[in-house]
C-alpha cells in the first residue's frame, strides 16, 4: 500500500472506506462500475441492495431494488414479482441484464442475478 493510500484510509470516513472496498469488490468479480454503464449495453455488475420496495407499474406488480457498488446507483425492476427469496436491503448480488434509461434514470428490468454472501457470512 502506498503512502498516499494509507493517508486516505486514516483519514477516510467509514462511509468512503465501506466505497472503497465494494468498489474493490466488484472489481474482483469482474464486473462494470455502475458510474461507467453505457446505455442499451448487456452488462455485468455487482454491489448491495440499499432499498427494496413493492411498486405496482400500471396494474402490474413490481419489486423495484436499489444497487449500489461503491461508484454509483442503479435501479432493476422485477415485473410481475412481490417478492424474490434473498432479495432484500443489505443484500450482495451479482447481477445480468440491459441497461435501460427511464424518467433519466438507469434501470435494468428483470436482470439474472446470483445471491453473494453478505460481509461475515
Known amino acids: 500500500m502506498t503512502l498516499k493510500e494509507t493517508l486516505h484510509r486514516a483519514f477516510a470516513s467509514?462511509?468512503?472506506?465501506?466505497a472503497d472496498?465494494?468498489?474493490t469488490e466488484s472489481k474482483q468479480q469482474g464486473c462494470m462500475a455502475l458510474s461507467e454503464l453505457p446505455a442499451r449495453s448487456h452488462?455485468?455488475?455487482?454491489g448491495i441492495l440499499r432499498s427494496v420496495t413493492l411498486r405496482p407499474r400500471e396494474g402490474v406488480p413490481a419489486l423495484e431494488a436499489e444497487l449500489y457498488d461503491g461508484s454509483g446507483?442503479?435501479?432493476?425492476?422485477?415485473?410481475g414479482r412481490r417478492e424474490i427469496a434473498g432479495i432484500e436491503p443489505g443484500r450482495r448480488l451479482k447481477l445480468e441484464g440491459r441497461v435501460c434509461a427511464v424518467d433519466g434514470r438507469r434501470v435494468i428490468f428483470n436482470p439474472r442475478y446470483?445471491?453473494?454472501p453478505r460481509q461475515g457470512e
Open 114 to 116: 446470483e445471491l453473494r
Open 14 to 18: 467509514q462511509t468512503e472506506i465501506e
Open 43 to 46: 452488462v455485468t455488475v455487482s
Open 73 to 79: 446507483t442503479i435501479d432493476l425492476v422485477w415485473l
Open 21 to 23: 472496498e465494494e468498489r
